[in-house]
Nanobody, 115 residues
Framework: QVQLVESGGGLVQAGGSLRLSCAASGIIFSIYTMGWYRQAPGKQREWVAT???????NYADSVKGRFTISRDDAKNTVYLQMNSLKPEDTAVYYC?????????WGQGTQVTVSS
């Protein structure tokens, strides 16, 4: 059974930082492309960042320079370090694992940035 469990969300003031974690089980973590997505109220889910099995990273323009995605294959965990947070970063953040063998989602963690 595949599980992706996010943690680390919360309430933070604008300009602050949070680090999200996503612990994976039930997959061969090292071969999966791992990503973070987010969904704000009334909006569609949008891509935030991705790290491939070779640790190549890509970012949405809206978070480039502020967010950093990383992975620890030994711990089956992907992280999202979020700095200089803005109120528009408020959303539910979802972890995603994708490979030709499957596409999996976590349950999400709420991030709220107050102005």
């Amino acid at each position: 059974q595949v599980q992706l469990v996010e943690s680390g969300g919360g309430l933070v003031q604008a300009g602050g930082s949070l680090r999200l974690s996503c612990a994976a089980s039930g997959i061969i973590f090292s071969i999966y492309t791992m990503g973070w997505y987010r969904q704000a109220p009334g909006k569609q889910r949008e891509w935030v960042a991705t790290t491939t099995s070779g640790s190549t990273t890509n970012y949405a323009d809206s978070v480039k320079g502020r967010f950093t995605i990383s992975r620890d294959d030994a711990k089956n965990t992907v992280y999202l370090q979020m700095n200089s947070l803005k109120p528009e970063d408020t959303a539910v953040y979802y972890c995603n694992a994708v490979h030709m063998w499957g596409n999996y989602w976590g349950q999400g963690t709420q991030v709220t940035v107050s102005s």
